[in-house]
């Protein structure tokens, strides 16, 4: 073999080489958008071992608008990619289901310890918290009750994003929570909400599926 044919033998071995990762991105690009679309069942044809419910197809929580407190409109591609527990609360009371859910997820979030800050919580209701009322006698953790439900999420649950949805937004987003009061979602950190989670899923199932999935994302 000449030279000038070893030349050419290197540059497609290197042409190869750079090619694989476009080829991989294309291709899970490719397979994400017949998924989200609902042509694939990608789930049915790898199975899962996932504890919670999958939502299918995954909805984007930017599709709606919601707003922050102030009144500007909330964009999830703005915030730093992470995952995301959603908590859900259509009405203008947040009794026992609410809350339960609110206390749930904030002790799966401490308890995540050193991946504390790869999860973040958020609190999507069609009221805002201000005119919301705390309507439970005890709190999951037997802490007093506080006189307003702000100052509620204030004390106890700090760090924590609450959100305004228009009413009519939210059986689109979270059509589960009309059949089972106190869902709540798992959004990845591209805005898809992915996963769903009631009461009768354990706080064991829900570490499982988290530590499962924040060890195979690099977000």
Known sequence: MNDMDKRTNNRMV???IAGIPVIIILSATWVWYFVVRGDLDLVGVLG???RG???????QIDDAVILE???ARFRYADLKPRWTMVIPAPGSD???SCENALYLTRQIHTALGKEFN???RIYISDTA?????????????KHPVPDSFAQFLEQDHRGLLPLVLAPDEMDKLFAEYRHEPGTWYLVDPSGWIMMSY???ISYKDVMADLKFLLNNSSE
């Not at 419910?53 to 909805?59: A, E, F, I, K, S």
Request: hydrophobic share 25%.
């Open 14 to 16: 290197l042409l190869l």
């Open 48 to 50: 899962t071992a996932n």
């Open 53 to 59: 419910t999958l939502v299918q197809p995954p909805r």
């Open 69 to 71: 407190p102030g009144g």
């Open 94 to 96: 947040c009794g026992t």
């Open 118 to 120: 790869r999860i973040r």
């Open 129 to 141: 918290p201000g005119d919301t009322r705390l309507t439970v006698r005890e709190l999951s953790d």
């Open 198 to 200: 009631n009461s009768s």
